[in-house]
């Protein structure tokens, strides 16, 4: 039998389930596979225990008693969804359909890719997703603040063979087998970009055919890219004339891809950043072309006609006030870690008297909850899932039976009964909705957006439009008043120091499923010893870690995992200027012994 996995990964990768034993392998004859599966469904998710009986008030209850008691909460007056990301399968929406019924409240925004997703919006219109088989054609490939190894593991046999380039603070696995690294300052890469692009049109090496066709108002890009003082401006990312001149050596009439990551945009300014990097690739003519592009989280549900979208009040994902509301349902999530700002989401969270946790494991939000409703993981449920990596689409099927916990379909129906509303269709109507709006290349079923060569023709949504390139940039963040005192005092002594707070993925765990971390990575060189207990503090919070020495830090950051207890106290509650996204990286920290 087939599956495939759930986990919010790139991968989305596809799983053979051998019949009676259980046995759960990686399929190699698929295009994103190689036939392994990562630790996390090798080792971590299976160790990691589940949620086995509801509970009402810390009470065990059958799980009848427990879904009595949250149709009940949702005859309050006011009521949220806050639904996370712990399984990508498109049936985690369907109890959208309930809370359109009683006219209860949604998110908008996201805590993950959004301030990116509008800055690609910005330029191109639409977030169409790179195929696997352009990023195979590449000659180039510039890993750009993803961390391939760790959080995308399937594409390496994509890099095979190919010149590779990776920009990132930190020098990760994949920089150090790259055949050029620029270790950039954090949140430099707008700057980065739009410093390749100036010298790419002072040396002529762009691509004026295809702009003249598809992007005519370069000129004003050039003009725009010259407003940038190269001094200063390579002084501040950290590179200089040398390096970037090795740089435009592999982006010079080359097949070049761009692979990005979430890294260069959990910032104010994350939006920015994609679209200077969509117009540095425009100025080397790089959509629409063979072995070409960038690749980011792309829009996976682009092209389909959603089931589940509803017409719903909605308030922001990244700072919600948990506290508007009476009842508040979390599905497949963990605000009280995963949101920014944990003292004010935990103070918001302890407001609600109606607090559901909905999930698969305990954590903080479920140790908050009045109401905990143990889910089936994604081998027990019927699904379907698509990938915000690659174009193919695969069917989730239930390989497993389980006791244990229930699907968001019969939670869903749990609650349209209990209501006495009519209107929801079988489960498997669903699937097949989405479904049948996939089409067929070979034996795969890809995504109803898929072309083999996104933008060929031209840009926006009817593929009619230019390219628009970006023409201003404003940052707030370095003018604070924060940032200036960091300047003047980064040649005091060490303890004066503040430093980037970077908190990229980790391999044993996704997002705060599974392995659990306490360390704080710091560069040998700032005096701190291996498993020493420090006080790491924000001007939004403080937490206690114990050191994890790691020199491929650069001085002026500190790394915590994203699956770290504690990370978000430090974080800021603060949206992007565009796309309504959280902000985990836009904050400098300070060490202290304890
Ligand atoms: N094993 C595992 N896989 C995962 C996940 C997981 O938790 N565990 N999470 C999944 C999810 S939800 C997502 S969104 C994706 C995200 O996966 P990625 O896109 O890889 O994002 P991150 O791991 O957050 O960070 C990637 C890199 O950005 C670098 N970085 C940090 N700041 C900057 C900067 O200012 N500029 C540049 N150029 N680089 C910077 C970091 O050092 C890191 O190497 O991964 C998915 N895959
Ligand atoms: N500081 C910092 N914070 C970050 C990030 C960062 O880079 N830095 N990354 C952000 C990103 S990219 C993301 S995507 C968010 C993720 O944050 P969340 O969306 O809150 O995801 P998780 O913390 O992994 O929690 C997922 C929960 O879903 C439950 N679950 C798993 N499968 C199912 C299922 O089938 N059904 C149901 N009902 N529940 C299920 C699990 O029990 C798990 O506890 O975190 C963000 N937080
Ligand atoms: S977490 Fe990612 S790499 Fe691991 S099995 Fe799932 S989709 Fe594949
Ligand atoms: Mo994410």
Request: proline share 3%; net charge negative; with cysteine.
């Amino acid at each position: 039998m087939h599956t495939a996995c759930g986990l919010d990964c790139y991968d989305a990768c596809s799983i053979i389930v051998e019949d009676d034993s259980f046995k759960i392998k990686g399929d190699a004859s698929h295009p994103a596979g190689n036939g392994a599966l990562c630790a996390l469904l090798n080792k971590y998710m299976f160790e990691t225990p589940r949620i086995e009986k509801p509970r009402v008030d810390g009470v065990e209850v059958s799980m009848d008693e427990a879904l009595e008691a949250v149709a009940k909460a949702f005859k309050a007056d006011k009521s949220l969804l806050w639904r996370g990301s712990g399984n990508l399968g498109v049936m985690q929406e369907v109890t959208n359909l309930f809370m359109e019924k009683i006219e209860g409240s949604l998110t908008k925004g996201s805590l993950c890719d959004g301030a990116g997703d509008a800055g690609i919006v910005m330029g191109r219109g639409v977030n169409k997703t790179l195929p696997l088989e352009q990023i195979e054609k590449a000659e180039v490939v510039v890993v750009w603040g993803r961390n391939v190894t760790v959080t995308n593991s399937h594409i390496m046999p994509y890099l095979e063979g190919k010149k590779i380039v990776v920009i990132d603070p930190v020098r990760t696995h994949i920089a150090k087998k790259a055949d050029f690294y620029l270790q950039i300052a954090p949140r430099t890469d707008y700057y980065v970009a739009i410093m390749l692009a100036r010298f790419i049109f002072m040396e002529d090496s762009d691509a004026t055919e295809w702009m003249d066709e598809f992007a005519s108002e370069h000129e004003d890009f050039y003009d725009f890219t010259r407003e940038h003082r190269i001094k200063s401006i390579l002084e501040y990312i950290g590179v200089d004339l040398g390096d970037m001149g090795r740089m435009l050596n592999y982006l010079r009439n080359r097949k070049v891809v761009f692979l990005v990551g979430a890294g260069v945009q959990k910032y104010s300014t994350g939006s920015y950043v994609l679209h200077a990097i969509d117009s540095l690739a425009s100025t080397l003519g790089l959509f629409g072309q063979e072995g070409c592009g960038v690749s980011y989280l792309g829009n996976s549900k682009l092209g389909f006609d959603n089931p589940f979208s509803v017409m719903c009040n909605r308030v922001q994902k990244a700072t919600t006030n948990f506290s508007d509301f009476d009842t508040v349902l979390v599905q497949g999530g963990n605000p009280a870690a995963s949101m920014p700002d944990t003292n004010r989401v935990k103070k918001e969270l302890e407001g609600v008297a109606n607090l559901i946790y909905f999930g698969v494991h305990e954590n903080e939000t479920s140790q908050l909850a009045k109401i905990v409703i143990p889910a089936k993981n994604f081998f027990e449920k019927e699904d379907l899932r698509l990938s915000y990596g690659h174009q193919y689409v695969e069917a989730m099927k239930k390989v497993l039976d389980s006791e244990i916990g229930i699907s968001e379909y019969d939670f869903t129906k749990s609650l349209f009964d209990a209501f006495g509303l009519a209107g929801l269709q079988e489960e498997s109507y669903y699937i097949d909705a989405w479904m049948d709006q996939c089409s067929k290349e070979g034996e795969n079923h890809v995504t109803a957006s898929y072309e083999t060569l996104p933008y060929a023709d031209g840009f926006g949504e009817e593929g009619d439009d230019e390219f628009e390139f970006i023409e201003e940039y404003d940052d707030d963040f370095i003018n604070t008043k924060r940032f200036r005192k960091y300047r003047k005092t980064s040649k005091n002594k060490k303890k004066d120091e503040t430093f980037w707070l970077l908190s990229p993925k980790s391999n044993k765990s996704l997002n705060t499923q599974f392995v659990r971390e306490d360390k704080v990575q710091l560069h040998p060189e700032l005096g701190y010893g291996e498993g020493e207990r420090v006080k790491i503090s924000s001007e939004h919070g403080e937490h206690e870690f114990s050191v994890k020495l790691n020199e491929d830090l650069r001085l002026d950051c500190v790394v915590i995992t994203s699956n770290t207890v504690g990370l978000n106290y430090l974080t800021p509650a603060i949206l992007s200027e565009e796309g309504e996204s959280a902000c985990y990286q836009e904050v400098k920290v300070e060490i202290e012994r304890i």
